[in-house]
């Protein structure tokens, strides 16, 4: 029996061997982007700008549906679940709209990066003159 209040468990569905190799084709153009790293995270390839993720390759598992990447948008104030976008890929052709918007996401993990650089600047100023 399950908790009220507990949410259910995200069904995750296979990735065709396809898709991996487009994702494949995607993460390599996306390490070549500076300051950008990957690691494998649940059955996804998690791709990170200086520490800051901004999207989630499908490796063995997808979100949605089975030809779906996921990438971040910065919302301030969104819920963590509702700065998560996805965007269908049908094949090769599609590779171009789907860095298209990696691209955004790659520049929204920087500004949060850069943002939550100077809040912690001001936080340390803030202590200092406390002292």
Request: proline share 4%.
């Amino acid at each position: 029996m399950r908790a009220a209040g507990v949410a259910k468990r995200v069904k995750l569905v296979k990735v065709s061997d396809d898709m991996r190799h487009l994702c494949a084709l995607i993460e390599g153009e996306l390490l070549q982007w500076p300051e950008v790293t990957t690691h494998p995270m649940f059955g996804f390839r998690a791709c990170y700008r200086k520490g800051v993720i901004f999207a989630l390759l499908p490796w063995t598992r997808a979100l949605e549906t089975p030809e779906s990447i996921a990438y971040k948008l910065t919302a301030d104030g969104a819920r963590e679940g509702e700065k998560w976008m996805s965007h269908e890929t049908h094949g090769p052709e599609s590779v171009r709209s789907a860095l298209a918007l990696l691209d955004q996401a790659y520049g929204a993990a920087g500004q949060k990066r850069e943002r939550s650089k100077k809040a912690k600047e001001q936080s340390a100023k803030t202590q200092s003159r406390k002292a």
